[in-house]
């Protein structure tokens, strides 16, 4: 089992900023870390932003020229820098791993909630 260690949530004005962190474990580089995901009250688990093993990022419409994705392979982590934070962001996010062996094995972080006031 990997653990996903996640950090860098809270509680933050609208407007504000913060930056979330995924950690992998240092020696498993065959692990992809590829994305953050987010569930808000209520509503189903939603992709925010996703990044490829060579560096190409993908976000959601609603978080474009907000939110930035990055991976500092050599700790092997994971980071979602957020700014301009709305009170619509407010969810527990999660970031999301996987590797392939024989198929696709997905791994995801503890959550962070992210708490966003107006």
């Known amino acids: 089992q990997v653990q996903l260690m996640e950090s860098g949530g809270g509680l933050v004005q609208a407007g504000g900023s913060l930056r979330l962190s995924c950690a992998a474990p240092?020696?498993?580089?065959?692990?992809?870390?590829s994305g953050w995901y987010r569930q808000a009250p209520g509503k189903q688990r939603e992709l925010v932003a996703a990044?490829?093993?060579?560096?190409?990022?993908n976000y959601a419409d609603f978080v474009a020229g907000r939110f930035t994705i990055f991976r500092d392979n050599a700790k092997n982590t994971m980071y979602l820098q957020m700014n301009s934070l709305k009170p619509e962001d407010t969810a527990v996010y999660y970031c999301h791993a996987n590797r392939f062996v024989l198929s696709w094995l997905d791994y995801w972080g503890q959550g962070t909630q992210v708490t966003v006031s107006s």
């Open positions: 240092r020696n498993d580089f065959r692990l992809n870390l």
């Open positions: 990044i490829t093993a060579p560096g190409g990022t």
